[in-house]
């Protein structure tokens, strides 16, 4: 089973839209690993078949046994706890009220930070997951997302997965393109997004992941183009398509339709990039 992964280090590149145009093309199953703000389903609009519960971290509870002796609020460094009572919001979970407490008040309950969706889509089946406001550990739902996709990928007898990334360059990118075959790394000729790219081309190279590039509305700035193109073939970096800006790109998205659905001539250059793609990871 083979898995590639979109990333684009930042937002607003078009990488979703191309996901989803790559996913039209494809036989794979998609994965939304942007679990911070997913919006792959958006246009892939799936038919829901499980939504299942992402216990992230746990948070502590004061039950009736507190002596009321203060120790817990005295020990908590995120100032969690307030007269006897646990603020859930601000609890990490890291369990030391639990340690120092003397008369086994406090229990460690896991609490639900998430989830996992996997439906049909009219590309194939697909998962993504979502954080809820304020949680951490999107690292670890990111996983979870992809050991989903996997089975997924099994029990249908797929042999590839694709990931939309989410946006930067942190943990949880890290999470989304580790141990993948190849790194599509979207992104357009602005500083802003060449700095970027090199960020997360930097990232793939220490994780030793096959990093690839599309540039996306390459005319609003040939000149800065033609720079990521140089950039790219002195660092031996491929690019294996450059895009037009296009006003149809926006049309789509709210329409809910990928470009490939919707514009004969971006999906032809689109299919030309997918092409590469697949002799790629053959
Ligand atoms: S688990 Fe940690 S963060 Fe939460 S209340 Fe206890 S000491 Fe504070
Ligand atoms: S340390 Fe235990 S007994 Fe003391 S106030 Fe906290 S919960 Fe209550």
């Known amino acids: ?69 203060g120790k817990c609020e005295e020990a908590c460094r995120f100032e969690a706890i307030e007269n006897f009572e646990v603020i859930e919001e601000k609890c990490e979970g890291c369990g030391v009220c639990w340690l120092v407490c003397p008369a086994n008040a406090i229990e460690m309950e896991k609490r639900v930070s998430g989830y996992i969706y996997t439906g049909n889509t009219r590309f194939g089946y697909f998962v993504y997951g979502l954080l809820m406001p304020g949680e951490e550990a999107s690292g670890k739902l990111i996983s979870q997302v992809r050991k989903k996709a996997e089975e997924m990928a099994k029990k249908n007898d797929k042999a590839l997965i694709m990931i939309d ?10 999470a989304s393109i580790g141990n993948t075959d190849l790194v599509v790394i979207v992104t357009e000729p602005t500083m802003a997004a060449i700095h970027d790219m090199k ?7 220490h994780f030793r992941i096959r990093a690839v590039v599309v540039i996306n509305k390459y005319n609003i700035n040939e000149e800065m183009a033609r720079k990521i193109e140089e950039f790219c073939s002195k660092e031996g ?43 790629m990871i053959k």
Not at 13 to 37: P, Y
Not at 199 to 205: C, I
Not at 246 to 259: C, D, L, P, Q, R
Request: charged share 30%.
């Open 1 to 69: 089973m083979k898995q590639i992964a979109i990333a684009s280090g930042k937002g607003g590149t078009g990488k979703t839209s191309l996901t989803a145009s790559f996913a039209s093309l494809s036989d794979a199953i998609l994965a939304d690993c942007d679990v911070d703000a997913p919006n792959l389903h958006l246009i892939l609009k799936p038919q829901i078949k499980e939504k299942i519960i992402y216990e992230g971290m746990e948070v502590a509870k004061i039950n009736e046994k507190c002596i009321k002796c």
């Open 165 to 174: 990334a989410p946006p930067g360059i942190g943990c949880p990118v890290i």
């Open 199 to 205: 960020r997360v081309l930097g990232v793939a190279e």
């Open 237 to 279: 970096i491929k690019v294996i398509g450059k895009i037009p800006f296009n006003k149809k790109f926006v049309e789509a998205m709210i329409k809910g339709k990928s470009i490939v659905e919707y514009d004969k001539e971006i999906a032809d250059i689109i299919k030309e990039i997918w092409e590469k793609i697949e002799e």
